[in-house]
């Protein structure tokens, strides 16, 4: 086998997947596995969403959890910069050999002529898709027009007929109908390019032999190996893993489930059962233990044993795995990862100022901060989330608008929290009264608990995200 290179090549767009760190394992495991290299990369070429923050979040989590990488970013390579702001120059070289190779063509459609298309399309019934009308300028009319400083972006030719094939090690030959995959574009109007081009481009010059990624990215890769073909490079060998499911199947997304890595952290599952948690996901191994350490899961890993019917991320499982790691520890250790997980400092920290104008004693202290660290239900009984003469049917709209907005807040400071409260209620028309009580037993489980904007902040984001769900779920169940 040549060199084993892989990657995991996240998005700094939000709070740290479980997703990611569930393909990132698997990574690692076939690196190790093979004496290979593991990078990784950062794709920040969606320059309106990304940011540093998340890009550090993203690392923070990936250490925590054990799962560490031998280039990127952070500590360099030699086949770096590897964030993909910083490589742009690189992607523009690359598009401008496709055009002139006649591979890939100036397309000075606007978004009005794109969306006439596909009303047209939709209303024929016909593959949605852009219809190539650009290919058949001449390269001299294509030059004039952007001398003349025509807005313009640059798509790739795909051949009209044929199939592309795409070899997936875990599914065999996928094959798709060319007349099916676009001519995607490369290089957006304002000069930097797209997932598609920036991906093919790097793990090229990265030399990444293996893309193991998520099952998501299948519909891409049609586009990928015509990329590759148009550039005359060899592909990587791909493997897509299969997506992580709710326990209902569906695709595991935070509208049902906690998927930030940072919400299972302040829950308190070890890091340890957590990976070990994610090496099970359409995994198992050869002796069927549950319970195993990154090591033993390299020892013995084979890529090719991957299942691909949908794995269960459910957090009852993951929790009784927890509890195997907690009761086999020694009391002396299992003391330390309290202290060091749970009761920390910094955790502490964050409502003692809070606490200190209700309490009379140290005690009360103990009493008044349970919520602080869960459990998540809290145990309030569904009827405590109605304010007076407000019904079920009521208060939904308002938990989903809530929950909706505190998924999309990314810093969470008294502040943002005020406005997404504003937020919701100008949208729902319901006055704080109304809104504010109900709130405050979601995410507290008590009517008595201190100011609740800061409050909500003390709590932070990860828990209160799940509260207010959870809230959703118990007035649901009011209704039926
Ligand atoms: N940037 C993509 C992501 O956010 C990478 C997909 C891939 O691995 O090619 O997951």
Redesign the pocket.
């Known amino acids: 086998m040549t060199d084993v290179r892989v990657r ?4 700094p767009t939000g709070d740290p997947h479980v997703g990611t760190a569930y393909i990132a394992l698997f990574n690692i495991a076939f690196a190790r596995k093979h004496g290979g290299r593991f990078i990784l990369r950062i ?1 920040d070429t969606d320059q309106v969403r990304s940011t540093r923050e998340s890009e550090e979040a993203i690392f923070e989590a990936l250490r925590w959890l054990g799962l560490t990488w031998d280039e990127g970013p952070d500590i360099g390579g030699p086949y770096g910069p590897y964030r993909q702001s910083e490589r742009r120059e690189i992607y523009a070289e690359h598009a401008k050999q496709l055009v002139a190779s006649g591979e890939a063509y100036p397309c000075f459609c606007s978004s009005e002529t794109l969306s006439a298309m596909r009303e047209e399309q939709m209303r024929n019934k016909l593959p949605l898709g852009y219809d190539g009308r650009c290919r058949k300028l001449t390269a001299e009319e294509a030059r004039n027009r952007i001398a003349a400083g025509e807005s313009h972006v640059i798509r790739l030719r795909v051949p009209a007929e044929g199939e592309t094939i795409v070899r997936d090690r875990l599914r065999g030959d996928v094959s798709f109908q060319n007349s099916q995959v676009d001519d995607q574009v490369l290089i957006k109007a304002d000069g930097s390019p797209t ?1 598609h081009l920036a ?1 093919v481009v790097d793990d090229h010059l990265m030399q990444i032999s293996h ?1 193991i ?1 998520g099952e998501e ?1 299948i519909s891409s890769t049609p586009k990928h190996v015509q990329l590759y073909r148009a550039f005359g490079w060899q592909a990587p060998e791909f493997i897509h893993l299969p997506l992580l499911r709710n326990p209902d199947k569906s695709k595991l997304s935070k509208r049902k489930n906690p998927v930030s890595i940072n919400y299972y952290r302040r829950l308190g599952v070890l890091p340890e059962a957590l990976v070990n948690f994610l090496g099970m996901m359409g995994y198992s191994m050869p002796d069927e233990r549950e319970k195993f350490s990154v090591d033993e899961l390299i020892a013995e890993f084979e890529i090719d044993r991957v299942k691909l019917s949908g794995p269960v991320f459910g957090l009852d499982k993951l929790k009784w795995l927890t509890g195997l790691y907690l009761r086999e520890m020694s009391e002396e250790a299992l003391l330390d990862r309290i202290l060091g997980e749970l009761y920390t400092r910094e955790s502490l920290a964050r409502f003692v100022k809070l606490l200190q104008p209700r309490i009379e004693v140290l005690g009360d202290f103990h009493q008044q901060s349970g919520f602080f660290y869960g459990p998540d239900g809290l145990g309030y009984a569904p009827e405590e989330l109605l304010p007076k003469k407000r019904s079920a049917a009521e208060m939904l709209p308002v938990f989903r608008k809530l929950s909706e907005q505190f998924d999309a807040l990314r810093s969470f400071t008294v502040e943002s929290v005020d406005e997404a409260i504003k937020v919701v209620m100008e949208e729902t028309g319901y006055k704080a009264r109304d809104v504010f009580l109900p709130l405050r037993i979601a995410v507290t489980g008590s009517k008595a608990s201190p100011e609740l904007h800061e409050t909500i902040v003390a709590i932070g984001p990860e828990l209160c995200r799940q509260r207010i769900r959870l809230a959703l779920e118990k007035l649901s169940s009011l209704q039926s």
């Open positions: 995991i090549a996240p998005s794709e997932y991906n893309v990624r990215w």
